[in-house]
């Protein structure tokens, strides 16, 4: 089958790899445009622009799409198949969404229609739901609401990171595009009730909000590992939070309780396992607190 695979991510390379395996005819890849990161804020490639570059694969990096009508034309020139979309970073117009002869399929990472948009692989987790998983579904003019071709479940549990659940789901997303375009599953259109939005996350959503239950902020931290990270002020420093447990104990929203890094909440309370100083090392509470020693009755967030 000749198709283009539309892609930027880590999230989207299994499904690159596993499309090319299965022997089909990739026209072009597109993915977002090299640009500068890190400290040195050197010129990177996506991750997927690296992969297509190593199997050699032509690549194409617009900068946009709705308002370029030669880009939708040269889309339209491949002459393809289909479009196999995943975490793309762009929308695609109307031209494009029907230029393909089987349209354009997409590897979304939840059970449609909960949680349409961006982060859909966070929300699942922040929302402490029971279970998530990819959606194989031909898409349309809308936000994540085309009909569905394949679905798979995951459960989420009480120690369930976003970091994990990417890679799970980034590779359950290979599997599923691979048999779509080998057995053309019938549409089936999305329920009615249900939809959620996941929206783009930033960085501040990451700040601890002491006020929140344990439970919350055991999510958050969960959720929001590894970007956008979570984070709190101690004694005006930011110090990231890694990793948490529940814990016993009650206090002002904030307050430190004990020399363990034991943390009040709204409700409850959590030990904070593994933290980090900004521009510091990663280090184990423990670890921590024998450089850093916190005192009981310190406040978290000031």
């Known amino acids: 089958m000749r198709l283009a695979f539309m892609g930027s991510p880590d999230f989207a390379v299994p499904a690159l790899r596993a499309v090319h395996g299965a022997g089909h005819s990739i026209a072009a890849v597109y993915c977002q445009p090299a640009r500068p990161a890190g400290r040195g804020q050197a010129i990177r490639r996506c991750a997927v622009h690296v992969v297509a570059d190593e199997l050699g694969l032509a690549v194409r990096t617009p900068s946009r799409l709705r308002t370029d009508p030669e880009a939708q034309a040269a889309f339209a020139a491949l002459n393809l198949d289909v479009a196999v979309v995943a975490a793309y970073g762009l929308i695609l117009p109307q031209a494009m969404l029907d230029a393909p002869r089987r349209g354009c399929l997409n590897i979304h990472g939840s059970l449609l229609p909960r949680w349409r948009g961006a982060a859909p692989i966070h929300a699942a987790v922040l929302a402490g739901d029971a279970e998530t998983g990819i959606t194989i579904m031909q898409m349309d003019a809308g936000l994540d609401t ?157």
């Not at 016993?248 to 929203?253: A, D, I, M, Q, W």
């Not at 909440?265 to 900004?278: E, F």
């Open 146 to 302: 085309g009909p569905m071709l394949l679905r798979q479940s995951v459960p989420i549990t009480t120690e369930t990171t976003t970091a994990h659940l990417h890679d799970l789901l980034a590779d359950i997303g290979a599997t599923l595009i691979v048999k779509a375009l080998a057995s053309s599953p019938a549409p089936i259109p999305q329920p009615e009730n249900g939809a959620t939005y996941a929206p783009k996350l930033t960085r501040d959503d990451g700040r601890i909000d002491w006020n929140a239950s344990a439970e919350g902020i055991d999510r958050q931290v969960r959720a929001f590992d590894p970007w956008p990270g979570t984070f709190t002020l101690l004694g005006g420093s930011l110090l990231k939070v890694l990793a948490v447990k529940p814990a016993e104990g009650s206090g002002p929203p904030g307050s430190v309780l004990d020399a363990r890094l034991t943390v009040a909440c709204g409700s409850g309370a959590i030990s904070l396992t593994r933290v980090q100083l900004a521009g510091r090392a990663a280090l184990d509470a423990d670890v921590f607190l024998r450089g850093h020693p916190v005192l009981a009755g310190s406040v978290l967030g000031q």
